[in-house]
């Protein structure tokens, strides 16, 4: 015969462990998105720069 304590215990230790593991792959994604979108601007932003050089320095 189970102990109905130890269903409760069981049922609240499980949807914490599920609610750690949906939160953890929200903020992997929002990570990801946003490590993904500060090194595209930044690689954009060093193309511009060296365009830029190579502009100037072709003028000369």
């Known amino acids: 015969m189970k102990k109905p304590n130890e269903s409760v215990v069981f049922k609240s230790v499980s ?19 946003g490590f993904t979108d500060a090194l595209l601007e930044q690689y ?11 502009a100037v320095n072709k003028r000369r």
């Open 15 to 33: 949807g914490i462990v599920v609610l750690l593991v949906v939160f953890s792959a929200i903020v992997s994604v929002i990570g990801y998105k």
């Open 44 to 54: 954009s932003d060093g193309a511009l720069l060296i365009a830029d050089c190579r």
